[in-house]
């Protein structure tokens, strides 16, 4: 480091250390700080450091990052210290390398969905733009707002501040006050290329969508009669409206898609048919069966019903025959759909059995807690393992166990110990398993090109593409990263991976991305924190009432209006501009 160097760094200390130029070490900043002690954040030693000129250590770690810049330490500081001026000195001071790529929330978002910039906008009453910002990234913002799993909360870094913002919510709220006005998707000139898409879930209709859009012919194919796949036909309406379902995949369609229904691939035709019929095909058939369980006893029937199918039934308008008391094993979403609806049919009892603890359940919290308030009882922690004859003929008796999980089992491996004394009996007319989902993949020769691994079409994780020439693979039936589930928005992503990776092979650019709304969300953001903005604690959608749930699926959440919206909006952060003011040295460009 030359001599220039070291006189920059010496300016930036002075600049960080005139803030706090006077600070008395109190520690009152560091009592009012959320994150003290969290990976060793203390803001009264930072600030002690910076006073000493100590800095090296600080700036070759994340600690100025674990900063959420939510102004407790100012608000409680006795001398109106600018203390959050002194932490934000210090990240412009590090290197580059160390600053975060992006809000925590849109890292989060396997579509990598600016949530930070439409959350913005909500807040400044911009319900247009911030609808205009989520459909840069996805088609169907009204489904996602419903039905997402939102990892993108559970890394929002409010939460470590008191909660998460209501970022879902927030996006449900965009689509419902804007999708109606939102102009028709225009399609770029017709490329003379034709694609086969195979599955119109959420993989496939974002795929079908953004190839559209690149000017190629698409052929939609669906083995069901209606469109949506798991959207459609594996998420109760209480959760997502049919409605919303109709308008947003009719937008999709309505682009020139040419809908197929009533096409099964390995029934009304073959990858070697589409192949020989198309530029490009892909498979996006979801994982729509249930996985069995192999529980003794239980093989009398209509006793033990598979979750996706039974809930696929009520969807469908079909015959379910649920009465008396119902046990669901699983504890997924599905567990949770298939409990809620139970009752809704008029289940006297709906029990739920889980192996793992209340806090493991794959479940959203949400979910889990509506159940419970509708009546769903939990057993968490316990396993099912055999079911007989009650003596009446038609009632079967549930022998379940407690369990723990045994810590001293290998990395990896769950081994359930019986707890002592753990044993109880639940009485069941009907059984649901819930215990996962599998694609079915019948249509596939375990040993042709299209490569299977761990039951899933095996890909590249980046374009989507198999092991057989112009034949791609996306959504739940395909492989994933590890660790990351099938979801939603993970569809979604894939979808979109897919689509810029047919567009390449179809001789385009593979550009999907687009700017839907170009106006400066930035301006004027200088990181000053309103009186109370600390304090201002998470709002949650309102939900239908108890007694008006019964016996119905109309949707539950029933979404915030104009004033809540704006008002959870406005709890943000705004990391994005705190990176940005980072990156640019000062207030964001």
């Not at 600018?82 to 975060?100: G, S």
């Not at 959420?202 to 559209?212: I, N, Q, S, V």
């Not at 504890?331 to 739920?352: H, K, P, Y």
Request: with cysteine; charged share 20%; hydrophobic share 40%.
């Amino acid at each position: 480091m030359g001599p220039g160097s070291d006189t920059r760094l010496a300016e930036q200390i002075t600049q960080a250390k005139e803030p706090i130029i006077s600070c008395e070490q109190c520690g009152m900043c560091s009592s009012a700080c959320p994150i003290t002690g969290v990976e060793g954040f203390n803001i009264r030693r930072i600030e002690r450091a910076v006073q000493l000129g100590a800095v090296d250590g600080l700036l070759h770690s994340q600690i100025p990052w674990l900063c959420t810049t939510c102004g407790r330490c100012e608000t409680a500081c006795p001398n109106g210290y600018r203390v959050m001026t002194t932490t934000r000195t210090l990240r412009r001071m590090m290197p580059p390398e160390l600053t975060p790529p992006a809000a925590a929330c849109r890292v989060a978002c396997p579509a990598g969905m600016d949530a930070p910039r439409y959350i913005r906008l909500i807040a400044e009453g911009k319900f247009d733009a911030a609808y205009s910002v989520i459909r840069e990234t996805a088609p169907m913002p009204g489904i996602l707002g419903r039905a997402c799993a939102h990892p993108c909360e559970e890394q929002c870094r409010r939460a470590a501040v008191d909660q998460s913002i209501s970022i879902c919510a927030l996006k449900r709220f965009a689509a419902d006050q804007a999708e109606a006005d939102f102009p028709p998707v225009a399609t770029a000139a017709d490329s003379g290329r034709r694609v086969a898409v195979v599955g119109s879930g959420p993989a496939g209709l974002t795929a079908a969508f953004y190839l559209r859009k690149k000017g190629h012919a698409v052929t939609l194919l669906e083995a069901r009669e209606q469109a949506g796949g798991m959207l459609r036909y594996g998420i109760p309406t209480y959760r997502l409206p049919q409605e919303v379902l109709d308008r947003e995949i009719g937008d999709i369609l309505a682009m020139g898609v040419d809908f197929r229904p009533g096409t099964a691939l390995g029934e009304q035709t073959t990858i070697e048919q589409l192949q020989a019929e198309y530029d490009a095909v892909l498979l996006a058939v979801g994982a729509q069966s249930s996985r069995d369980l192999d529980l003794e006893g239980a093989d009398r029937p209509n006793v033990l019903l598979g979750a996706l199918e039974y809930l696929a039934d009520v969807r469908a308008g079909r015959e379910v025959a649920l009465k008396g008391r119902v046990v669901v094993i699983g504890g997924g979403s599905a567990a949770m759909d298939a409990a809620r609806t139970a009752l809704r049919l008029g289940a006297e009892q709906v029990s739920v059995v889980y192996r793992r603890q209340r806090e493991a359940m794959p479940a959203l919290p949400e979910e889990l807690e509506q159940a419970l308030e509708e009546g769903v009882v939990l057993y968490d922690g316990a396993i099912v393992h055999a079911a007989q004859s009650a003596g009446d003929g038609e009632t079967l008796s549930c022998a379940c166990q407690k369990v723990t999980i045994d810590t001293a089992a290998p990395h990896g491996t769950l081994r359930l110990l019986p707890v002592e004394g753990g044993e109880f009996t639940l009485e069941a007319d009907v059984i649901i398993a819930a215990i996962g989902q599998e694609p079915a993949l019948s249509f596939l020769d375990p040993k042709g090109p299209v490569r299977m691994m761990g039951g899933l079409i095996d890909v590249d994780l980046a374009t989507q593409v198999t092991g057989l020439a112009g034949v791609f693979a996306a959504g739940d039936a395909a492989s994933r990263a590890a660790g990351q589930p099938g979801t939603i928005i993970s569809a979604i992503a894939a979808g979109r991976r897919a689509a810029a990776a047919i567009d390449r092979h179809l001789g385009g650019d593979g550009e999907i991305g687009e700017t839907l709304y170009a106006g400066d969300t930035a301006a004027g953001y200088s990181g000053e924190r309103e009186e109370g903005f600390a304090y201002k604690s998470r709002l949650s959608e309102p939900t239908l009432p108890l007694p008006e749930r019964a016996g119905s699926f109309v949707e539950v959440n029933c979404g915030f209006n104009a004033e809540t919206a704006m008002a959870e909006a406005g709890r943000c952060l705004n990391c994005d501009l705190e990176i940005a003011m980072a990156r640019n040295g000062g207030p964001p460009a």
